[in-house]
T-cell receptor, first 115, second 114 residues
Framework: AQTVTQSQPEMSVQEAETVTLSCTYD???????LFWYKQPPSRQMILVIR??????QNATENRFSVNFQKAAKSFSLKISDSQLGDAAMYFC????????????FGKGTKLTVNP | EPEVTQTPSHQVTQMGQEVILRCVPI?????FYWYRQILGQKVEFLVS????????KSEIFDDQFSVERPDGSNFTLKIRSTKLEDSAMYFC????????????FGPGTRLLVL
């Protein structure tokens, strides 16, 4: 079974600085999809960014980018120019390419942004 | 921008009671999901639903749980006889197609079983 590991339960960053959140996963599949979701105090799950495993280019969405290392099974999220509104729980999630629709989540990283 | 909605936002119930959690997925989406998050723990997959039938379910989704799409807009999760350990945040999600790869989540229903 696939597993997702987020080794940093908590991280903090100064406003306007850059922070990187780590995620590793375990799978025997070659085709899959990876996601970062943000969960602010309101607890709604908001999609931040996604990456298709077949794409070599790292995904970017404005201030958010990923470092996808397929061989190392690593999928880190970089937040540039951090803002107070970025404070939230961040979940890494995996979805297989064939036969399964479920998302497998990591335990999450709580990000604090200091003014 | 269209979004997934869920009602109620909070529900308190007594152990042994039945609860129905409601979701309105994004209107052109065809695949629907329920997840739950026990406080302080991972988000866990419960069930996926397509074309009026369950397409995948986890071991958590036992006979106490059922899902239904009673009309063209609502998607419900029923827990027949709630247990204390059912207390959690329940998230509904939807995707436009199986291969869209992106599931859009609702704001969740916080269920407390006393």
């Amino acid at each position: 079974a696939q597993t997702v590991t987020q080794s940093q339960p908590e991280m903090s960053v100064q406003e306007a600085e850059t922070v990187t959140l780590s995620c590793t996963y375990d799978t025997s599949e070659s085709d899959y999809y990876l996601f970062w979701y943000k969960q602010p105090p309101s607890r709604q799950m908001i999609l931040v960014i996604r990456q298709e495993a077949y794409k070599q280019q790292n995904a970017t969405e404005n201030r958010f980018s990923v470092n996808f290392q397929k061989a190392a099974k690593s999928f880190s999220l970089k937040i540039s120019d951090s803002q107070l509104g970025d404070a939230a729980m961040y979940f890494c999630a995996y979805r297989g390419g064939v036969g399964s629709e479920k998302l497998v989540f990591g335990k999450g990283t709580k990000l604090t942004v200091n003014p | 921008e269209p979004e997934v909605t869920q009602t109620p936002s909070h529900q308190v119930t007594q152990m042994g009671q039945e609860v129905i959690l409601r979701c309105v997925p994004i209107s052109n989406h065809l695949y629907f999901y329920w997840y739950r998050q026990i406080l302080g723990q991972k988000v866990e997959f419960l069930v996926s639903f397509y074309n009026n039938e369950i397409s995948e379910k986890s071991e958590i989704f036992d006979d106490q749980f059922s899902v239904e799409r009673p009309d063209g807009s609502n998607f419900t999760l029923k827990i027949r006889s709630t247990k204390l350990e059912d207390s959690a945040m329940y998230f509904c999600a939807s995707s436009v197609e199986r291969d869209s790869r992106t599931q859009y989540f609702g704001p969740g229903t916080r269920l407390l079983v006393l």
